[in-house]
């Protein structure tokens, strides 16, 4: 009993927050795209990509794709046409943060006006739409057609949450950008949805040095060479301490069983096909076995 009631407080507690969170940032201009076929593949940009992509590039036709964050400064990105670009990182579209997140916001966006040649869906948080640098970049190209959509974070009792899912108004909280992009993903109807790229071993690329700094390497595909680790910034300002790093991995993997829980409400499949991924809330299926899901 006492348990219960513990568990009816703090669901009652968290859709009281998520009432005010949505009140004060959630608009509710969401447009969902419309899918081209029933299945999906989201690309991220783990070390795993790369080799994925050159094993089973064939496995990609007939099937939508979907890219995040810098994979537009990337090769693949002209070769693989995506049609939808996923982004969540406040660094991209924030000016008063550090020079460097700048110039590689800027890089990007430039990139993607030189090298977008056919029609690309832009998602981005509603947030960023107040900030013109990136903005007057982007209107260069008429082929990028940029949408808004809430990363307001919906927690509580499952019927509530699901309900706000379903109406975009928010999602579990959006510490990776793979939430936002399984979300819109799962709102636009897929039957099926794969996961490449999507390695999330950070776990075993955290140190702390003599300097008690909370360094992390991120591994990429494009850098997979890289062996330094750095401190993880909050929105492009300072770094994070253990705490907060350790923390902020928490809520994203959580954040995946919640949606696990979403997609099987909509009778859709969520399949991770990336060798040695962290992530353990999906069905895992091998490369050798990916025709089984054809």
């Known amino acids: 009993m006492i348990l219960k009631i513990q568990s009816f407080l703090h669901n009652l507690g968290a859709v009281f ?9 959630a608009k509710f201009k969401v447009r969902p795209a419309s899918p081209n076929h029933k299945e999906a593949i989201l690309l991220g940009n783990g070390p795993s990509l790369k080799k994925m992509l050159e094993k ?18 990337t090769e693949l990105y002209q070769k693989l046409k995506p ?12 000016d008063e943060i550090d020079k460097f997140f700048v110039d590689q916001s800027n890089g990007l966006f430039n990139d993607m006006v030189e090298r977008t040649k056919w029609p690309l869906v832009f998602y981005i948080p509603h947030e960023s739409s107040k900030f013109k640098r990136w903005q007057n970049i982007l209107k260069n190209n008429p082929n990028i057609d940029i949408n808004y959509y809430n990363n307001t974070p919906v927690e509580g009792w499952r019927w509530f949450r699901h309900a706000c899912f379903k109406a975009n108004l928010g999602m579990p ?7 936002p992009s399984l979300m819109l993903t799962l709102n ?12 999330h071993s950070w776990l075993s690329e955290i140190s702390v040095n003599d300097n008690n700094e909370v360094l992390i390497n991120q591994k990429h595909f ?12 909050k929105r492009g300002v300072g770094k994070r301490n253990l705490p907060e790093l350790l923390t902020k991995f928490v809520h994203a993997f959580n954040g995946y069983f919640v949606l696990k829980e979403y997609a099987e409400s909509l009778n859709t499949v969520i399949v991770n096909n990336t060798p040695g991924s962290f992530i353990d809330a999906f069905t895992r299926q091998s490369l050798s076995k990916l025709h089984e899901y054809e």
């Open 83 to 94: 049609k939808y670009y996923v982004t969540s990182a406040p660094d991209l579209w924030l």
């Open 188 to 199: 636009m109807g897929y039957e099926k949805i794969y996961l490449w790229g999507a390695d």
């Open 56 to 73: 089973h590039g064939e496995f990609l036709e007939g099937k939508d794709l979907i890219c995040v964050n810098h994979f537009p400064s």
């Open 173 to 179: 909280r959006p510490h990776n950008v793979m939430i």
């Open 17 to 25: 927050t998520t009432l005010i969170r949505l009140v004060i940032l």
């Open 222 to 233: 494009y850098d997979e060479h890289q062996t330094e680790g750095k401190p993880l910034d």
